[in-house]
């Protein structure tokens, strides 16, 4: 804890104190009081910034002036590069190649060398550390640091100021830095309000660690999460989450898309898919507090660092997967003006037409026939079931193309 405050007070004034709002739609959709603690809207677009600072304000002369390197996703990468040139630090930073183009590009304007290597973290890291030794320079870990945890765990102490009575606080975990520190902050400050976890059910590295008493590694997956996508959870941080986190549950992609959505309709807010994690969770009953109601609960919006063709393509995934986008194939007669009888028919139900394709030699199309896959934007899986019994009740043979 003595981390923690003494972090909050290198980082006053030099990181924004993001808002923590009561959210009226979110709190009507889940039954409880939702506060959304907003670390999206720091400078670099996400909370990495606190613990990179704190870690760059421990660094002594010497060390700063030898240079920092950092292996990073794409959001540590920025903190650090962003923190590292206001305080006339050089910094290298190594990405995986795979990292989105969005972290790059602001990174690189962030004033880093940027060097992209590896097909993950993992590989990303070796690199760093290879050249931290080559170049004589200081590695700052992502998430496993006792500095950067405590950097973190300023968010805990503001959210403990910004909702009174505050009750469980929902975090994503990825290495388990974030909610370390946020953890530490919140259970040293008021042991009664419960600490939630969430991760990515495609690489539960933390869930792992805690059933199996310490950090192991994962096979490799990829994930709408990049943020959270961590094989192995941190040495030093896996102690802390296994002290002070209450329970951790997972996501899986389509429920982060679908939290991702929500964010941007209901509440005006980009997240990235590690972002969205924690709403995910809450929007799903996937919590303890399923079974409660009415309970005060700050979820961390942790970052909106995403790219755009990756925002584009969940938001396309998360309308279908709420039912507002389907792909039908419909069968009938290759004859002139049966096309027009069959959009009359989807007109009539107020569905729009998106996109249609037509094949008369697959799906076995009988000669005669022809098959036409249609898209089509609805306001839900109540008009969908509608239109579904129409279609069936006018005679066409038709089903739903996932």
Do not use: W
Request: aromatic share 4%; hydrophobic share 45%; with cysteine.
């Amino acid at each position: 804890m003595e981390d923690v405050l003494a972090a909050r007070e290198r980082l006053r004034d030099e990181v924004y104190y993001t808002p923590c709002a009561r959210s009226e739609m979110l709190s009507k959709l889940t039954g409880q009081q939702v506060y959304l603690k907003l670390e999206n809207l720091q400078m670099t677009g996400s909370f990495k910034e606190r613990g990179a600072l704190n870690r760059l304000a421990l660094l002594t002369k010497e060390e700063a002036g030898r240079g920092v390197v950092a292996a990073s996703a794409g959001n540590h990468a920025q903190g650090v590069a962003y923190h590292a040139t206001r305080r006339g630090v050089r910094s290298i930073i190594v990405m995986p190649l795979a990292t989105p183009l969005v972290k790059v590009t602001a990174t690189k304007d962030f004033g880093a060398e940027v060097v992209l290597h590896g097909a993950n973290y993992d590989e990303a890291c070796a690199e760093a550390t290879r050249l931290c030794e080559s170049e004589g320079m200081v590695f700052l870990h992502p998430f496993d640091d006792a500095a950067v945890m405590a950097g973190q765990g300023t968010i805990g102490l503001e959210m403990m100021e910004q909702i009174a009575g505050l009750e469980a606080v929902i975090v994503p975990i990825g290495g388990g830095g974030l909610i370390g520190g946020i953890a530490c902050a919140i259970k040293e400050t008021n042991p009664e309000v419960r600490v939630i976890g969430v991760q990515t059910a495609r690489l539960p590295s933390m869930v792992e660690a805690i059933a199996a008493g310490a950090p192991v590694t994962l096979e490799a997956s990829t994930t709408i999460a990049d943020g959270i996508a961590v094989r192995r959870a941190g040495a030093i941080t896996f102690p802390v989450v296994e002290k002070y986190v209450d329970e951790i549950v997972t996501v899986d992609e389509d429920e982060i898309a679908s939290a991702i959505l929500v964010l941007l309709e209901r509440e005006k807010t980009l997240a990235e898919g590690a972002g969205a994690a924690a709403l995910s969770a809450l929007l799903q009953g996937k919590t303890s507090l399923a079974n409660r109601r009415g309970v005060k609960v700050g979820v961390l919006v942790c970052g909106g660092n995403i790219d755009v063709t990756l925002l584009a393509r969940i938001i396309e995934r998360g309308l279908v997967q709420d039912g507002r986008m389907i792909l039908l194939r419909i069968h009938l007669l290759d004859k002139p003006g049966a096309l027009a009888e069959l959009t009359r028919l989807i007109a009539r139900h107020r569905v729009n037409i998106v996109n249609t394709l037509y094949n008369r030699a697959y799906y076995g199309v009988n000669l005669g026939d022809t098959a036409i896959d249609i898209t089509m934007e609805t306001r839900g899986r109540e008009q969908v079931a509608e239109l579904l019994t129409a279609l069936t009740e006018a005679g066409y043979r038709h089903s739903r193309v996932e």
